[in-house]
């Protein structure tokens, strides 16, 4: 059998080569990335079927859990890991045609760095380990936020890096203390011993660690790097930040909430700061005129309304929350890219420079079209199910009081809906500027290396949503894989 081991050691492998690669051939330096991710791709999808049925858990050495290092292969895991492929291989293709200037070399070796990274925290299976991974990830973003080496990039990425390191250290201690009450890094058998000690210290540990994975999952109030962060970055890292880097903090938040403690008493505090956090990222993005910034602000909308659906902590609202994590990375990757281009060719950010670029750019702005009405939940796109299966969620459960909170993120998603709704009669119902067509009355559409990955990620969202069953079919084993810290500590320790 194919071990898991795989998805962490070939990438990782594979961005050391790149130096290597260089040497015999600079244009080989760009394929390196899209072959990481395709591999990634193709073997993640192999295992996620099998881990369906049992997860599959890999020992390092001749170790055994608690003492080993390991990892859990499970439903939830291998869905990530599959989506943080599928998607980091899209931008890959795109980078190609878009990445030229600069450093390229340390650019795919940073990029293939972070999907390694966020690919290791999905899959691991102790604390440590998790924190290592963490910091892969976040210390490659912060280098990539800065390529371009402007002005704006630096402060931005200056900015990332301190809050980062305060989160990383926080969440570095809150380890720390776990490992001194349980003398174990294993979050199965912290899990499953996680009653036998005083109270007050599993508390702190708590509170620093979900503010210090709470930063990079861009959750209120530890949000102020990420409209800087996304709007200063090249494209692909904006559309890999939305779509894969804040998505793994929040899975780092559920994992420690579900798995690692199983605290009821906390659902309804993580419901209510998700919809702090959906309301205030959505009207923030309502007053924004540079239209990265408002997309970064619509991701901490939609981080909210991730959470809210957590909150839930039922078998439907947990797969509504993983089906939102799936829409929202696939329509936001859409968005950045075709931006992206949009703004390679107008040489200008502002939601104004956009007037006119269903004409001047139609294919670019049909796939921001699609993804624009998949964030907001307009069938038949990916969108729609997942927003249903949050409201559906909600009418399950007997508390009124969820039924309320669900009508205040609707309003949410009112606002979300005016603003997108606002770009898109830009797009096709305001006249382009003129000079800005050609003699046959077109613009000049972006390169097909750029359109092919963003016209399969708008395709994915399309099939996606008009047959929600090939996702639903992987997303309930996956929220049952989280909900289900008995089965979790069953299949890692044994017994």
């Known amino acids: 059998m194919v071990s898991p081991i795989l998805l962490i050691v070939v990438p990782l492998g594979l961005a050391f080569a790149v130096p290597l690669l260089e040497r015999i051939s600079k244009k080989l330096v760009g394929y ?18 099998r881990a369906v049925s049992e997860p599959i858990i890999v020992h390092t050495g001749s170790w055994q859990p608690p003492f080993s290092i390991h990892l859990v292969a499970g439903p939830l895991g291998l869905l990530l890991a599959a989506l943080i492929a599928l998607i980091g291989l899209g931008v890959a293709v795109y980078a190609m045609s878009t990445i030229r200037e600069g450093a390229t070399r340390l650019y795919h070796v940073l990029y293939i760095l972070l999907l390694t990274g966020a690919t290791g925290i999905v899959l691991t299976g102790d604390l440590f380990n998790l924190f290592v991974f963490f910091e892969i990830l976040c210390i490659s973003s912060y280098a990539l936020v800065a390529y371009r080496g402007d002005r704006a990039g630096i402060e931005s990425a200056t900015k990332y890096l301190i809050q980062g390191a305060i989160g990383s250290s926080l969440a570095l201690i809150g380890i720390g203390i776990l490992y001194g009450m349980f003398g174990t890094l294993s979050m199965a058998d912290i899990a499953q011993h996680i009653h036998s000690v005083a109270p007050f210290g599993l508390f702190m540990a708590l509170a620093l660690l979900i503010t210090g994975f709470g930063v990079e999952a861009a959750i209120f109030p530890l949000n102020a790097w990420l409209p800087d962060a996304h709007s200063s970055a090249p494209s692909p890292i904006s559309a890999i930040l939305s779509g894969i880097a804040i998505k793994v903090g929040i899975y780092a938040v559920a994992r420690i909430i579900f798995t690692l403690y199983g605290l009821e008493t906390v659902f309804l505090f993580v419901a209510v700061l998700g919809l702090l956090t959906l309301l205030i990222g959505e009207m923030s993005a309502f007053s924004q005129n540079n239209i990265k910034r408002l997309l970064a602000y619509s991701s901490i909308g939609q981080v909210g309304l991730i959470l809210f659906a957590l909150g839930i902590a039922s078998v439907t609202g947990v797969t509504g929350a993983l089906f939102l994590v799936v829409s929202h990375g696939l329509a936001k990757s859409v968005l950045f890219l075709s931006v992206g281009v949009m703004i390679t060719r107008t040489g200008s950010a502002e939601i104004s420079s956009l007037d006119g670029m269903g004409k001047r750019m139609p294919l670019s702005a049909l796939c921001f079209t699609i993804g624009a009405f998949s964030l907001i939940g307009l069938p038949p796109f990916v969108g729609f199910a997942a927003k249903f299966t949050v409201v559906r969620a909600v009418f399950e459960q007997t508390s009124t009081l ?26 096709y119902f305001k006249p382009p500027p003129e000079g800005s067509l050609d003699h046959a009355g077109r613009g000049q559409e972006a390169p097909l290396s750029a359109l092919i990955p963003i ?41």
């Open 32 to 49: 390196v990335p899209v072959l990481a991710m395709a591999f990634n791709l193709v073997l993640s999808v192999v295992l996620l079927r």
């Open 402 to 427: 969820f039924t309320v909170l669900i009508g205040v993120a609707l309003l949410g998603t009112v606002v979300e809906a005016a603003y997108f709704f606002r770009i898109v009669q830009r797009l």
């Open 455 to 495: 016209g399969i990620l708008t395709v994915v969202i399309i099939v996606a949503g008009v047959y929600p069953g090939l996702f639903s079919s992987f997303l309930e084993p996956a929220a049952t894989d989280l909900l289900d810290k008995a089965v979790y500590i069953r299949h890692v320790l044994g017994g």
